[in-house]
């Protein structure tokens, strides 16, 4: 048999695929961090105590009792009283026009983006990501060999480069945002800027997809009220998930929107696992729909995750009185801009020898990265270490601008 071009004699073929996939630069960071004297702002996780759910082994024994089906086989699309309770929530709390036969449960809102795309794209075809967008969609997008383009969408009020690119020819088959504390900046879509996709969507004929696991972590004084984008259009595919705000073990999310993107979907998820543990949809419908848990839990996360947002961010603003971020609304992550001249992956060596991990802010940008950003996660930081992390950051930052910039870099 003739082997497969470029492939190495005794090596198994690749797809073609393959070519474009690398690692992904939190998983390395992690590894090399992953030592009981560096204090993590790398992983972008819930809180240990946020993953401890008393309440999930209380309810686990009466679903084996009253439900011994729930260790057979189920729904493909998932458990119909989850979705049934899903739908119910998007209506309720989103304003979408969602029926449980809408909605499809998936291991994550990451299966979702996998879904989608296996659903909707060829090689070739545009997305359309915000700068900086998720690592872990990028992958996806690369994977399916599409063609990626940063646009921002975030920190442009008008969406005016958007605009603009798609009146000069711009055709994406996808727009990928996460509208509410975004990872990795920790950016909120404004309600104006969520229109303005939606009616760009219906003009040019894209479809928008609003990956939304964050939406309840938010950390101000009064809940938002920006709508979501499956509330203004129906060319929305929304995405959400459990994992944020029960226990990330649950691998428990949701993705609904148009019926003929919701068939194909239930197809090619037929051929990647044919559906959910049962066992598992099942614990997590007890846990949402016991009298009051929601609402207790997630007041406990909010204010964990918001003790946390400030002690790091008060703590930056004392030891790096030359970095710039914005301490974020919500969610897990600080977005930071170390200063001049730094490249955020050329100092994270130094960075770990001083006993701090974080993810360079260049594996967030699909093209044109700014070397010197850097995605700083809370949710896994204890308050009280946070002036310790934030010191040995400074140390490590000042002993790269004293050793002056590496060989060949700008100053």
Same mark, same amino acid.
């Given at each position: ?18 070519? /474009?996939?690398?690692?992904?630069? !939190? ?5 090399? /961090? ?32 009253? =439900?011994?089906?729930? &260790? ?10 989850? @979705? ?22 998936? =291991? ?33 997008? @690369? ?13 442009? #009020? ?35 800027? %969520?229109?303005?996709?939606? /009616? ?31 509330? &203004?259009?129906?060319?929305?595919? =929304? ?11 649950? %691998? !428990? ?55 946390? @947002? ?8 004392? =030891?790096? #009185? ?25 100092? &994270?060596?130094? *960075? ?15 093209? %044109? ?26 140390? *490590?930052?000042? /002993? ?12």
């Amino acid at each position: 048999m003739t082997p497969r071009h470029g492939q190495a004699a005794g090596r198994p073929a690749l797809a073609a695929r393959m070519g /474009g996939l690398s690692p992904s630069a !939190i998983g390395s960071v992690l590894r090399l /961090g992953d030592r009981s004297d560096v204090i993590s702002l790398a992983g972008g996780l819930p809180a240990r105590e946020a993953s401890e759910c008393p309440e999930a082994a209380a309810v686990l024994g009466p679903i084996l009792g009253e =439900h011994p089906t729930g &260790l057979d086989y189920g729904d493909t699309n998932g458990l119909p009283t989850l @979705r049934e309770w899903i739908a119910g929530y998007l209506r309720a709390d989103l304003g979408a026009d969602s029926e449980p036969d809408d909605v499809v449960v998936v =291991h994550g809102a990451q299966q979702g983006i996998d879904l989608v795309c296996k659903a909707l794209l060829d090689p070739g075809d545009v997305v359309v990501v915000d700068r900086p967008s998720y690592i872990g969609a990028l992958q996806v997008f @690369r994977l399916f060999q599409a063609e990626v383009r940063a646009v921002p969408l975030a920190d442009d #009020p008008e969406l005016g480069e958007l605009t603009e690119a798609l009146a000069h020819g711009l055709r994406p088959r996808l727009l990928y945002t996460v509208p509410n504390y975004s990872n990795p900046s920790g950016a909120v879509l404004t309600a104006s800027q %969520r229109r303005r996709l939606a /009616g760009l969507a219906e003009r040019y004929g894209f479809l928008l997809v609003e990956d939304d696991p964050y939406r309840e972590l938010w950390l101000t004084d009064e809940r938002p009220s920006a709508p979501a984008l499956t509330a &203004l259009t129906d060319r929305s595919v =929304h995405l959400g998930s459990f994992s944020k705000i029960l226990f990330p073990g649950c %691998r !428990i999310g949701y993705l609904t929107g148009p019926p003929a993107v919701m068939s194909a979907i239930t197809l090619v998820r037929q051929a990647a696992d044919l559906g959910n543990s049962e066992l598992l949809q099942r614990m997590v419908l007890a846990l949402l729909t016991q009298d009051g848990f929601l609402d207790r839990r997630l007041d406990r996360l909010r204010a964990l995750y918001r003790e946390r @947002r400030d002690a790091l961010a008060s703590a930056l603003s004392r =030891h790096l #009185p030359g970095a710039a971020f914005r301490p974020p609304e919500g969610g897990f992550f600080l977005w930071a801009t170390l200063g001049p001249g730094l490249d955020s992956a050329l100092l &994270l060596p130094s *960075a770990l020898k001083h006993g701090v991990s974080y993810v360079p802010g260049a594996a967030f940008y699909p093209s %044109r990265p700014e070397p010197s950003t850097a995605r700083l996660a809370f949710s896994c930081l204890p308050p009280e270490q946070a002036g310790e992390a934030a010191a040995r950051l400074a140390r *490590a930052l000042g /002993g790269a601008r004293a050793d002056g910039p590496p060989e060949g870099g700008d100053a």
